[in-house]
């Protein structure tokens, strides 16, 4: 299940109910919610990456702590 991100700062494209994202440009559709379908170097998608980075981190820490770490043998 994809995590969609609507949250990000938008602006009018020119056209009648048209947006775009303020920092990468491109179109709200072209986006579709998606943090990966804005460019590489948006700065919403950069932040959003680094606290996903950083949930990552804190989630398999959690799992050392509760000693949920999957070991094969
Ligand atoms: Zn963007």
Do not use: F, W
Request: hydrophobic content about 30%; aromatic content about 6%; charged content about 25%.
């Amino acid at each position: 299940m994809p995590d969609y991100y609507i949250d990000y700062p938008q602006e009018e494209d020119g056209a009648m109910h048209s947006y775009r994202c303020k920092h990468c440009k491109l179109n709200t559709l072209v986006i579709n919610g998606l943090l990966e379908n804005h460019e590489p170097h948006c700065s919403y998608r950069i932040e959003r990456e680094v606290e996903l980075h950083k949930a990552m981190l804190i989630g398999q820490q959690a799992k050392i702590v509760l000693g949920g770490v999957d070991e094969a043998d």
